[in-house]
């Protein structure tokens, strides 16, 4: 429990991401509306500029606070980096987590899937695949990023992902429960 505890708490500067897109998202799509050769967009209206970068601000946000939170409450997990090693492992994490989600929607309109619709695993897993490849070129990443968390992380997210969703569902705050 302890380690996927941990996972979670590692992972939030990428799980935030979206739902700062969802929040602030919308105006120019990151595509600005182009069409890929097969006729379809590139992207589609559901990935914006203000969305990529709400999302990444959101995800750095999120880690400062964690720090803070660290700090306060006395345990020692992002708090045990130098500053710019961690500043640099949490913009990453979050720039992969939104550049991930951008190119899960560039696979989806490939697969003619519409905005908004879902694709499993694809709308789960390509996320954090991407904010791991991002989060890798940091030298602090194999010190808190060790196989077991990353590997916690894959078997995860897709449980939490859905977990929340329905949650949301439930609570009206989503049209569709994934
Ligand atoms: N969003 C955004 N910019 C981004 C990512 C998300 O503005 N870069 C906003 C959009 O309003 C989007 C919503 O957040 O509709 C939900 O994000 P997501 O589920 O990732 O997009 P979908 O609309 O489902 O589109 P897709 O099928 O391409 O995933
Ligand atoms: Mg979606």
């Known amino acids: 429990m302890h380690d996927v505890l ?17 929040l602030f998202g919308g105006g120019t799509p990151l595509d ?11 992207l589609g209206d559901g990935k914006t ?5 709400a ?5 750095v946000i999120v880690g400062h606070l964690q720090l803070l939170i660290e700090r306060t409450f006395g ?14 492992l949490v913009f990453l994490l979050a720039l ?14 490939r697969f003619g899937v519409e905005r908004g619709r879902c694709f499993p695993v694809l709308d789960q897993l390509t996320f954090l695949l991407v904010a791991y490849a991002f989060a890798s070129l940091s030298p602090a990443f ?3 990023f060790t196989p077991k968390i990353l590997l916690i992380g894959i078997i995860i997210t897709p449980v939490l992902h859905l977990g929340v969703n329905v949650i949301a569902y439930v609570l009206k705050l989503k049209e569709v429960p994934w």
């Open 6 to 22: 941990k996972t979670i708490w590692l992972l939030l500067p990428a799980y935030t991401p979206n739902n700062f897109a969802v």
């Open 75 to 88: 345990f020692r997990i992002y708090s045990s980096l130098p500053y710019d090693r961690f500043s640099l």
């Open 96 to 109: 992969g987590a939104m550049t991930g989600d951008a190119l899960g929607s560039f696979v989806k309109r």
């Open 142 to 144: 194999g010190v808190l």
């Open 49 to 53: 500029i203000r969305g990529f970068v």
């Open 55 to 59: 999302g990444v601000l959101g995800g």
């Open 32 to 42: 600005f509306g182009k069409k890929f050769v097969d006729g379809k967009r590139i």
